[in-house]
């Protein structure tokens, strides 16, 4: 249950370091095929703001990967349900807000992390 737990911590850190990226640096031309909901004509007038974002991701990113090498199990379960929840909350925002699309590439992953690591301290 451990190993799994952590490929969701590395699959979660690796979509927000992703996220990064994309706001951040290539937001005029990448951004207009990652985000089809966002007029194209806005992407240039948006790249302050994606940046940004961009950069909250890689906070988000940063906590899971701390998360990873962390060698106490308790307090690797503590850090990783903090920024997994961190992740959820943005994700269920943004589907709320944006596109019901984020719930099921940001949040539902997050959700299920959660759950499965709060079941590995059960067993």
Known sequence: MEFI???LIA???VLHCYFLYVEMFPWTS???EVFKTIP???FENL???AGNQG?????LSAGLIWALFIKNIEWQHHIGIFFWACVAIAGVYGAATVSIRIFYVQALPALLAIMLSIIQTWL
């Open 5 to 7: 737990v952590k490929i």
């Open 11 to 13: 699959i979660v850190a």
């Open 30 to 32: 990448k951004g207009p």
């Open 40 to 42: 194209p004509d806005q």
């Open 47 to 49: 790249k302050v703001m």
């Open 55 to 59: 950069l909250y991701n890689g906070f």
